[in-house]
């Protein structure tokens, strides 16, 4: 383990250099002239794909925030590997080799457990409208940002989209059913099947699909429906469950804290309101792209399951217990626990 920190810290710190030189091929970090105002470069390392909507609105944040401070902002966007990794982007911000980035918050849960704790919360019952108008609660996004500035990074803001569903090889219409399928899962997805007592294996995802087609793994648990329509799942299991069995799965825009803080009170409007702007761009996206992906997948002959109301009990109960006697180990997410549990109170859910 501490060999592999050291190999990840060496990368960074090349990965800092690298973003050093191009600092300089395209210009300084911040310009000053006499007779113009300071102006701020940020090099963002984009995680997602080109086609992704979410590397769209990226895209949208960049040109809003050269326009809306009147070029003194430039954001630089680097597609998907161009230096770091999805995993290794929260690090590489915090320590200021890289500016800012998208990432997804369960891979940081080693470094900041909250994070994980806040990705797809098992058995959520709130839809992605509802996740978002409780992020940008001021006291849920004051949270965040205090909880992610201890680790010098600047949560920007949340990109949520579409929580979990089951592709099965198999209809899921019973208990019964459920129990007798082998399921890829990983993280709390997991964790609740184990208590609920449904075997679980750990397959990486470029692999989901061969395992389905060969048998290895009855079903699995990776994405939402647009999500399996990207991976192609739907054409070697032809069964998804709705609704979805998670929360929302809340990506991010993150940036480096100590360079947020670097612009004037004026700018620093400027890029969070751009940033709140991208988050509303990635749901009307995800939206779009959802009802075109269902008629696609029912063209295709995906069948959409409903659960049945008793293994849905089953799921709900089972997770909200896990809430308790797992995430309340962090003090962090023991708070964030509390704060979501808030929410569901005011809107109407019972956690019983």
């Known amino acids: 383990m501490v060999t592999n920190r050291k190999k990840i810290s060496l990368k960074l710190v090349m990965v800092g250099a690298f973003s050093m030189l191009l600092v300089l091929g395209f210009g300084k970090s911040f310009v000053t002239t006499a007779h113009a105002e300071k102006t701020y470069k940020f090099t963002m390392q984009n995680m997602f794909s ?13 040109k809003d925030v050269h326009e809306k401070s009147n ?14 990794n999805g995993p290794e982007i929260f690090e590489s911000v915090g320590m200021g080799s890289i500016d800012m980035g998208t990432t997804c918050s369960t891979y ?12 797809a919360l098992p058995g959520d019952p709130r839809g992605v409208k509802e996740i978002m108008d409780f992020m940008y609660q001021d006291e849920v996004l004051n949270f965040l940002r205090s909880a992610y500035a201890t680790q010098n990074v600047f949560f920007g803001a949340p990109l949520v989209m ?16 459920l129990k007798k399928l082998k399921v890829r899962a990983s993280g709390s997805i997991a ?15 470029s692999e989901i699909y061969v395992a389905l087609s060969r048998g290895t793994i009855d079903a699995e648990i990776s994405g939402n429906h647009a999500e399996s329509y990207l991976g192609t799942t739907y054409e070697v299991a032809k069964f998804q469950t709705v ?13 480096n804290l100590d360079r947020v803080n670097e612009l004037p009170e004026d700018l620093q409007v400027v890029l969070k309101k751009a940033l709140r702007d991208s988050s509303a761009n990635v749901v009307k996206a995800f939206d779009a792209e959802n009802k075109e992906v269902t008629a696609k997948l029912t063209a295709a002959g995906t069948q959409f399951i409903e659960l049945p109301k008793d293994v849905m009990d089953r799921w ?5 217990k896990m809430w ?29």
């Open 191 to 205: 964790k609740v099947l184990q208590k609920m007592d449904i075997p679980t294996v750990f397959i990486p995802f």
């Open 71 to 84: 070029g003194r902002i430039t954001i630089q966007i680097l597609p998907s590997g161009a230096l770091i």
């Open 316 to 320: 709900s109960t089972t997770s909200i």
């Open 162 to 177: 579409d929580g979990y569903t089951i592709v099965s090889k198999k209809p899921i219409k019973s208990w019964d059913d």
């Open 50 to 62: 080109l086609n992704h909507p979410i590397s769209a609105a990226m895209d949208q944040l960049a």
């Open 324 to 352: 308790d006697e797992e995430f309340t180990k962090d003090k962090l997410s023991g708070e964030y626990i509390a704060l979501v549990k808030k929410d569901l109170k005011k809107l109407g859910y019972n956690l019983n």
């Open 243 to 255: 609704p979805y069995i998670s929360g929302a799965q809340n990506c991010e825009v993150i940036a």
């Open 108 to 119: 940081h849960g080693g470094i900041l457990p909250v994070a994980a704790t806040a990705f």
